[in-house]
């Protein structure tokens, strides 16, 4: 799996958990446009912003620590090269 599938599947689940019920609320809750988030979900931007992800885990009321503390981001799940 690409990595930016990963950070969008991520950001889905900890949405789910954190019941954080749509984009548009996590966008209010970040300070991130929803073109921002629209991009990172579609997995359409070019490299994401490790402020942008840090917004986006206080949103979710998470740390960017516990964000890739996931089987998500194992290297071996990843196609990185």
């Known amino acids: 799996m690409t ?4 950070i ?12 954080v019920s749509t984009q548009y609320k996590l966008c209010k ?8 988030l629209r991009n990172i979900m579609n997995e359409t931007y070019e490299g994401i912003n490790l402020l942008t992800l840090i917004k986006i885990c206080d949103g979710l009321g998470t740390t960017l ?4 503390d996931d089987a998500l981001f194992k ?5 990185i090269d």
């Open 3 to 6: 990595l930016k599938r990963a």
């Open 8 to 19: 969008a599947l991520r950001i889905s689940n900890l949405m789910v958990k954190n019941k």
């Open 29 to 36: 809750n970040a300070g991130i446009t929803e073109s921002t």
């Open 65 to 68: 620590q516990e964000f890739f």
């Open 75 to 79: 290297r071996e799940n990843l196609d």
